[in-house]
């Protein structure tokens, strides 16, 4: 389990990460949200003793990463994607690292495979594609089986395949009951590859919880209720005394907030009035995504006008 504690980070007189607290709990994949600046990378630094906390301790299952003797083992994590050396081919940069951590060089043959990286394993890594380098970091993470990974803005400047290998990769990986830690600046992305997400804006913590509380906590969701013209007052003034807030829409549809869609069948039913349309709408994520960050937005944009 990866346990951040009241860790702030100053550099200088900037507050990257202001008393952060929340925990990744094992075999989940959780998303890392929030907005460009926000903290992430510089949190995922101090989780792998890179940066160091000016305040807090980020500890990875009760210890500092770096008392870890193998920790390549206990957790595997890109965090920049081009950090390799441009001349090694991809082989031998994986080969480097498994012989400076004690990892068998078979792990190396095993994670070009599972990267896809095979057919271009004897190739410079200086030539590869963006989307190559990715797989090869991704290579480096597995390296040593790890049960944890932490992957920093994985899908930043994929095409759609390569976003979707990823989504697969991170799903398989949590299949298999290892934990997942990931990071990313966009909700949609996250939808189809978190079960809990932690978002955070201006370093402090907006919210940690299941992706689907995230989505019954947004203000949007609503019930469609369309009715005969002459059937509308009625209709209105039953979901208003069942305590519903009614919007009136330009096509004649009622937008229908506090209720749900059962609960307004039930009404139109006992009125006995015909609907023509009964339908729920949730929110997407996006929509509460950026009602939780709004605040952290409109203060960077301001701080940036400024
Ligand atoms: N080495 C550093 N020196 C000075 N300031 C830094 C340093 N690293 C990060 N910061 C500042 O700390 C804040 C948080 O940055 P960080 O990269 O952690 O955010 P992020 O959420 O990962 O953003 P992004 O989505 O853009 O990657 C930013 O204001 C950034 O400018």
Redo the contacts with the bound molecule.
Sequence with gaps: MIEVRGVTKR??R?L??DDLSFQVRTGQVTGFL??????????MRMILGLDRPSSGAALVDGRPYRSFRRPLHKVGALLDASAFHPGRTARDHLRAIALSNGISPARVAHVLGQVGLDPVAGKRAGTFSLGMKQRLGIAAALLGDPELLMF??PVNGLDPEGVLWIRTLIRGLAAEGRTVFV?S?LMSEMESTADHLVV?GR?RLIADLPIRELIAAASGAHVVVRVAAEHRPAMISALSAGGAQITLEPDGALKVAGMDAAGAGALAHACGIPLAELSPRRSSLEDAYFELTEDAVEYRAKEVAA
Aim: overall charge negative; glycine content about 24%.
């Design positions: 550099y200088g900037s990257a990460v929030g907005p460009n600046g926000a903290g992430k990378s510089t949190t920093d803005e990071s600046h955070v370093g």
